[in-house]
Every structure is written in C-alpha cells, then in structure tokens.
C-alpha cells in the first residue's frame, strides 16, 4: 500500500515551459488536492477535485490547469512556468469532501529559473 | 477572507517541559480542526484532529483543546522529546469542505 505518490521529486525549468506534476492514491479515496508550500507560509490550496470528474479552484489557481484522470489519479500543469511558482507542490487525498482527514504524497520541489 | 492564525512562529522548549501553540479562525462555520506534524523536507501527518462537537482530545502525550465561542483551538504536547522537534500547522476545516490552514510554528526541543 504505497498510500499517495508523486512524480517527480525534484523539477528544475525555464520561464515559459511547460510541464505536469503527476499525482496517484492508492486508498480508494474519492476526493484530491493540489497544494503549494512556501518558506514561511502554511499550505495553499491550488485545486482539489472531490469526486471523479469534477474539479474546483482552491485559493491560489492562477497559472496552473488540472486534470482529474480517473479515481486514482490527479495531475497538475504549469502551461507557462514563472519564477513566482517555483515552490514545493503536495498532493493530498481523503476518503471524501466532507471527510476532511488528508493524506499527502511527498512532494515535488519545482525551481523555475 | 478566511484566514488561520498561528501563534507563535517559534516555539523553543526544554526536553521535559510543555508546549502549546494556538490558532485562531475567522470562519464561525467551521466545524473541523486538525493538527498535522512536518518533519524537515517530509510531508505534512496527521496527528491529532477534533470536531466542533468535541471541547478536547488527547492522545497520549498530545492533546487539542477547542473554544469555538472565542474561535481558538490550541496543541498541548506534554514532556516533550527531542522527535518532537518539527513544524506544527493548525487548520480549520470551512464549509467547503477546505482546510484553511496556518502559517506553522517551529518547535524546537533543547536538550
């Protein structure tokens, strides 16, 4: 039971490219986020998808797309990469929305140059 | 907007001795408020959660407390070890079925 994971750990890129952070759970959870961390500051909520086929923005969505692939996987896309994203990118899941208990995959540390 | 405030930002402590950190929310309607434990370059875990049904909730040596009158909940860890030592976030679950979460206390533990 491998819980939730992330690809990649770490991603250098350039302004303006593009790229997906990919994101599964294993534990049959229907609902899913996408969260950025900075120093200093608590965790932001980017998008979240509660069920299948459905997705909603979070606080910080500006520059950054989603994709609710099927129940397992959740990825997120930066389609034109600026300095002011580069952060850590957590994945988080829950059996439901109105269970708010979350679990988070490991992380990506993106740096954008 | 919704916010979570957290207090203080640094915690340092004795081993042995007691910690607590509080938060304060802004939205009367939360109703879900958890504790999650960050480990240098780890992700964030659970420890520790209490609804609004609940005043307190403890856990061994880690407790939470609510007053939803005053919208402030707080971490109690008591006999602190040098594992202790990590970021400690608070969030308040909104109607939305969000965690709005706080800016994280560092807790140091001096041995």
């Known amino acids: 039971n491998a819980g939730v994971t992330q690809t990649p750990k770490f991603q250098v890129l350039k302004t303006g490219q593009s790229m997906t952070l990919q994101c599964a759970q294993d534990m049959n959870h229907n609902s899913m986020y996408w969260y950025r961390q900075d120093p200093g500051m608590g965790l932001r909520l980017i998008y979240y998808s509660a069920s299948e086929g459905t997705t909603d923005k979070g606080e910080v969505p500006n520059g950054y797309n989603v994709s609710r692939l099927n129940k397992r996987e959740f990825s997120l896309r930066l389609e034109s990469a600026a300095p002011s994203q580069t952060s850590v990118y957590f994945c988080?899941?829950?059996?439901?929305?109105?269970?708010?208990?979350?679990?988070f995959g490991p992380g990506t540390r993106l740096t954008v140059t | 907007g919704e916010n979570v405030e957290q207090h203080p930002s640094t915690l340092s402590v004795q081993e042995g001795d007691s910690a607590v950190i509080k938060c304060t929310y802004s939205?009367?309607?939360?109703?879900?408020f958890p504790w999650y434990k960050q480990e240098l370059g780890k992700r964030p875990q659970l420890i520790i959660d209490i609804r609004s049904n609940v005043g307190e909730k403890k856990d061994q040596r880690i407790a939470v407390t609510l007053n939803k009158t005053a919208k402030h909940f707080s971490l109690h860890i008591t006999e602190t070890q040098p594992e202790d030592s990590a970021v400690y976030f608070c969030?308040?679950?909104?109607?939305?079925?969000?965690?709005?979460w706080g800016a994280g206390t560092k807790l140091i533990i001096k041995p």
């Open positions: 988080a899941s829950s059996t439901s929305a109105l269970i708010y208990e979350q679990y």
């Open positions: 969030a308040a679950g909104n109607s939305n079925y969000q965690l709005i």
């Open positions: 939205d009367s309607a939360s109703n879900y």
